[in-house]
């Protein structure tokens, strides 16, 4: 039985099949639509969500599956006082696949440790959040058609910013691959992530506070919210919250093939007047985001 808790449980092939699949998917969706039949996905969120868990219910049903599960802790046991172990075994009771979302850091492997269906991690504090980075290379392979040779800024909360750390791993496996790590000084990139990461394979990168600073050179840039719900004290999240906004004038040295992608929810990161600019693809994530969880469910319930 596998789970998905970090992007590295899977190998390149594995998301190059992935990623085939949700093409195919896209391309001839009626041939998906029973695949699933008689199977039952249980969303356990602890945490809010509009994206992962609508897309991750809409793939199951696309599939022609089913779906149980609650949106937040104090709809469940949780705010009795279980633990996720027995969460996780009760859960297997019911459903065959599980995707759980948890403020607390390595909740979906003990979830996994303890269940007996699937587990997938959709986001677990400010660590890790797998299925959106195979949202963003579904992107990035539509928009690009290579996961080589990509200079890649990614702008904003690179600290707390889950989404980052699995993107910036998952990439991290292919060559020529140059990051651009544009941050204020207290949202810098943890030092594991560049130590076990960046450092370990050899990737190339800067350290910059500044967006327009590398600009010119960049195929894709990934911004990100600052991560309210992880700061510590209101006064700093004040302080940094808009450290980053992307305009279109601040685009202006920027590739005509630029990539702009950002997981959502937007705050006030970029301008609502880029939405329109054929650069702008985070409206087109949202859409990928259900094709590629549709492919996933496929692969873990290991339905042909
Ligand atoms: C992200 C998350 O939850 O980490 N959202 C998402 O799943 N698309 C990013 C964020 O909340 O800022």
New binding site residues.
Partial sequence: MRNLINILDLTTEEIEELIAVANDIIANPAKYSEKCRGKKLATLFFEP?T??RLSFESAMYELGGNVIGFSAAQNSSAAKGESVADTAKTISCYADIIAMRHPKEGAPLVAAMNSTIPVINA?DGGHN?PT?TLTDLLTINREKGRFNNLTVGLCGDLKF???VHSLITALSRYSGIKFVLISPEELKLPSYVKKDILQKNNIEYVQTTSLEEYMPELDILYM??V?RERFFNEEDYLRLKDSYILTMDKLATAKSDLTIMH???RVNEISVDIDNDPRACYFKQVLYGKFIRMALILKLLEVE
Avoid: A, M, N, V
Wanted: hydrophobic letters at 5%; glycine letters at 14%.
């Fill in positions: 969500s994206r992962t986001g959040h959106q910013g889950r989404t990100t919210r991560q997981p959502l929810p």
